[in-house]
């Protein structure tokens, strides 16, 4: 909530009673009783209560949207409903001042305007039971219509609706939604629902949609502005696009691809949920800096540009995660938009059918993916940055108030709980699993569900105890660490014992299986491991002969931190199958983070090796990501600037050594990255100013852009203007304004990047989340840590404001673009000073500065064993 709201709440209230009550004809009625369970935010309480009360909702709703940002944006609305119950008071959610609620009649009759804690009241006089229709006009709240100075677009998910307009902000009313936008005559726009009727008046027009499906709030949305308009039809269905992109390259080499994943996505999806596709349209718009990848909008998905539009510099990695993207999406529209949760503590459930869907719809959709390698480098490291840590959070968390919900959002829904979803398909064997799933979505379909309600049918579907299963992967944090046993006699192997504990010191065990390969000079072999105990004796191993060395997890399906055995690291690179090393790279990682096995100088030592050794595009990737991490956060600066110019060498090296061009690109952002010798940057700038990239590397305009924001950062030629220079390159005017946006936080001048980072503290100055964490990032750059660890503090002391005033992904990115590359006890000990102060801090935000500030505290311990 905005300062400005509580300070003005008691005034704008009194002031705005009295003036509706004044300029109503009719006496209004009032309410006689006051509620004592008003509160700020749409708590548990309160949703179930409505629940119980209504049904049948619907909106109509008219926007005026006028061509200037600043200008405000006039409403009306209509809400009809059933009401069982009309006995007591009925709250409706509308977080803005009270001066933007400007009149209100119930059922045709006037009513004075009861606003308190976030709610309109609506007495229970002017209720009937039965059918009721409230009429509201109402100043829209800006706060999550993303205004821009020639486009605007919703983004309502959790419970930002009730920041734009009053309603019924909670996941099980759901409505349908009619929508009438008045907009600048050169605008477009899209919506929910099909497009009725267009009428032009002077330099305005107005569009009215048809009535939505039926979607709860955090789904209805609409974007306008100048787009440009594609429009396709694919095996009988037709698709809308928007878009701004400029670039005519991209546009003639993305736009086809976009259109075909969706329909590939469709068609996959309607097969194996036996389900058709259950709405009236399905469109979508390319939004520039949109703060997520993407949002399942029913009829108006919306996606990051940069995410759709690649160039012919594209990796494999960017096409198959575009590919995923639009997959998981797509897979929205069954998973989370036709059946819904019941309420936020469940977000994580469409999040993971969108993921796990996704991941079968790429192996399908695009040529030449490896599905369990993608799954295996997307999910397991993501998951394990924020299980490995003291904040760490259970897949199904509990919710008060849906005010706190964006903290439900993170690595653990989108990343964990699809390796759970996985392990679950392979406890209870595909065709059942998607069995159940089809008997699922029939069930709830147009409803809302819980996931106990999903666990229950699955568990008819199979022997095993799911109740027992779900309690360790989803209700509960944290991962295993396993360890082994090899016994052998005469070149024979006697025993092979596996087992396993609580990363945390508990007692618990993580039922599951996974792969172990013993590996000998010329051949393998792959076991299966049921993990169901804590210590296990693998009967397949017993005689075999003794192996060169053992792996473990080598499909990439385990859970946990997999012991490494040291005989490995010499051989690792020799092994064929792709998601093995991938895995293997993984574990190393885990290990060394745990300080077991292999120190931050070994695993450096060993991920060199690879710059020429590893084929694979997304192994090459993990490598270069330990490297560069290792690099700027787990070694000195001294240590650094020793290292620097054996490592720019060998990346330079390695990059005309490779012949395919994604990995050389690869490792020329890699180079970029850690480049610090005069000669390392000389050779950067050279590049950059010529636009002459390195033979065989492709570079767009975006990789010119990095490359100048990486030399200023470095203080390179502080006198050669290199960013107006870049500004004055960039035509694209969305991309120059980020441009604009960033130059301060990038300054040589301490001063100016000390004022930057003041002007954070005004909500106005966050608008554009994506550019902000960038921005964050180069502000708190290692090489800028001297003098940037003084924001600290304030960053911490505004992560309250930042979770009630940002998006979902918001408060974590703020922490970690701010927390994540600091290795100093200094570092350390300001956040352990902030929690220590704050004792009775919100417990869902502590928990997002710990798994942020987990980084610094293994920094602070690594660094010293490394000096």
């Known amino acids: 909530m905005k300062t400005k709201i509580i300070k003005s709440f008691l005034k704008g209230t009194l002031l705005l009673s009295l003036a509706a009550t004044a300029a109503c004809s009719k006496t209004p009625i009032t309410s006689q009783r006051a509620l004592e369970t008003v509160e700020n935010g749409v708590s548990r309480n309160l949703a179930q209560e409505r629940k119980s009360r209504l049904q049948t909702l619907a909106y109509q709703i008219n926007l005026t949207i006028p061509a200037t940002k600043q200008a405000p944006i006039k409403g009306q609305e209509t809400i009809s409903f059933d009401l069982k119950d009309a006995r007591a008071d009925l709250q409706l959610d509308f977080k803005e001042k009270a001066d933007h609620l400007v009149g209100l009649k119930v059922n045709g009759q006037p009513v004075a305007i009861d606003f308190r804690n976030e709610h309109l009241v609506l007495p229970t006089k002017a209720l009937a039971k039965g059918k009721n229709q409230v009429e509201i006009d109402f100043i829209a709240g800006d706060l999550s219509l993303n205004r821009n100075q020639d486009y605007l677009y919703t983004l309502l998910v959790p419970d930002r609706a009730r920041t734009v307009f009053p309603c019924f902000d909670q996941p099980d009313l759901k409505a349908t939604f009619q929508l009438t936008l008045t907009i600048p005559k050169e605008w477009s726009a899209i919506a929910n629902g099909n497009l009725l009727e267009e009428t032009a008046q002077g330099d305005a027009k107005t569009l009215r949609y048809a009535p939505s499906d039926i979607i709860p709030t955090y789904l209805f949305s609409f974007a306008a502005g100048k787009f440009q308009t594609v429009t396709r039809e694919l095996n009988g269905r037709k698709f809308t696009f928007l878009h701004r992109e400029t670039d005519p390259s991209k546009i003639a080499l993305s736009q086809d691809s976009v259109f075909l994943l969706h329909q590939s996505a469709l068609t996959f999806l309607e097969k194996y949920t036996q389900i058709p596709y259950p709405f009236q349209k399905f469109d979508f718009v390319a939004i520039p800096d949109f703060q997520y990848g993407g949002m399942e909008h029913v009829g108006a998905i919306q996606y990051k540009a940069s995410t759709l539009f690649l160039d012919q510099g594209a990796t494999q990695d960017q096409k198959i995660s575009r590919s995923n993207l639009i997959a998981h999406e797509t897979a929205h529209m069954w998973f989370g938009d036709l059946v819904t949760m019941e309420w936020f503590n469940d977000v994580w459930m469409k999040e993971v059918f969108a993921n796990f869907m996704a991941d079968k719809i790429t192996q399908v959709s695009l040529a030449n993916s490896n599905y369990d390698l993608k799954f295996l480098v997307d999910h397991l490291p993501a998951a394990y940055s924020v299980d490995r840590t003291t904040g760490a959070n259970p897949i199904r968390q509990t919710l008060e108030n849906l005010q706190d919900a964006g903290t439900m959002y993170g690595n653990i829904i989108y990343h964990k709980a699809p390796v759970m979803m996985r392990q679950l398909e392979r406890v209870m064997g595909e065709e059942a699993f998607q069995k159940g799933l089809q008997e699922y979505l029939k069930k709830y379909a147009n409803g809302n569900a819980t996931w106990p309600d999903l666990i229950q049918i699955l568990d008819a579907h199979t022997p095993t105890n799911l109740q027992a299963w779900n309690q360790v992967w989803v209700n509960e944090p944290g991962r295993p660490v396993f360890d082994y046993e090899l016994k052998t006699q005469n070149q024979k192997i006697e025993r092979l014992q596996i087992s396993q504990r609580a990363e945390d010191g508990s007692s618990r065990i993580w039922p599951q299986f996974f792969e172990v390969l013993l590996v000998y000079p010329d051949q393998v072999q792959e076991l299966t491991v049921n993990m169901n105990q804590r210590e296990l004796t693998l009967p397949e191993a017993q005689g075999a002969p003794a192996p060169l060395y053992v792996l473990f997890n080598t499909n990439g399906q385990g859970y946990g931190v997999f012991p490494n055995d040291e005989k490995a690291l010499a051989h690792l690179y020799e092994l064929k199958d792709p998601v093995a090393r991938a895995s293997a790279y993984i574990g190393l990682y885990e290990n060394m983070l745990n300080g077991r096995s292999i120190t931050p100088l070994g695993l450096l030592e060993f991920s060199r090796k690879g710059l020429t050794r590893e084929p694979e595009e997304l192994n090459l990737k993990l490598l270069t990501g330990h490297i560069n991490d290792i690099f700027w956060r787990l070694l000195t600066p001294q240590q650094r600037t020793q290292l620097a110019p054996a490592l720019e060498q060998e990346l330079w090296a390695a990059m005309g050594q490779n012949k395919a061009t994604n990995s050389k690109k690869l490792l020329f952002k890699t180079y970029q990255s850690i480049a610090l010798t005069p000669k390392a940057l000389d050779q950067l700038y050279q590049i950059w100013d010529s636009q002459k990239a390195p033979a065989l590397v492709t570079l767009t305009e975006?990789?010119?852009?990095?490359?100048?924001?990486?030399?200023?950062?470095?203080?390179?030629?502080?006198?050669?203007?290199?960013?107006?220079?870049?500004?004055?390159?960039?035509?694209?005017?969305?991309?120059?304004?980020?441009?604009?946006?960033?130059?301060?936080?990038?300054?040589?001048?301490?001063?100016?990047?000390?004022?930057?980072?003041?002007?954070?503290?005004?909500?106005?100055?966050?608008?554009?989340?994506?550019?902000?964490?960038?921005?964050?990032?180069?502000?708190?750059?290692?090489?800028?840590?001297?003098?940037?660890?003084?924001?600290?503090?304030?960053?911490?002391?505004?992560?309250?404001?930042?979770?009630?005033?940002?998006?979902?992904?918001?408060?974590?990115?703020?922490?970690?673009?701010?927390?994540?590359?600091?290795?100093?006890?200094?570092?350390?000990?300001?956040?352990?000073?902030?929690?220590?102060?704050?004792?009775?801090?919100?417990?869902?935000?502590?928990?997002?500065?710990?798994?942020?500030?987990?980084?610094?505290?293994?920094?602070?311990?690594?660094?010293?064993?490394?000096?």
């Open 702 to 867: 975006e990789d010119y852009i990095s490359l100048a924001l990486s030399l200023a950062v470095r203080d390179y030629k502080p006198g050669a203007k290199l960013l107006e220079k870049q500004t004055q390159r960039v035509t694209n005017p969305d991309r120059k304004a980020r441009m604009e946006f960033l130059m301060p936080a990038l300054s040589a001048d301490v001063a100016t990047r000390d004022a930057f980072f003041a002007s954070l503290a005004q909500e106005a100055n966050r608008e554009k989340e994506s550019w902000v964490l960038t921005a964050l990032g180069y502000l708190h750059h290692p090489l800028r840590a001297a003098t940037s660890e003084k924001y600290l503090p304030k960053t911490l002391d505004l992560l309250e404001e930042i979770q009630l005033t940002g998006d979902i992904f918001f408060p974590y990115g703020w922490l970690s673009s701010s927390l994540g590359s600091y290795q100093t006890a200094s570092a350390a000990a300001t956040v352990r000073a902030f929690l220590a102060n704050h004792t009775g801090y919100n417990p869902k935000l502590k928990a997002k500065v710990l798994q942020a500030a987990d980084n610094l505290f293994r920094a602070e311990k690594l660094v010293k064993a490394t000096k």
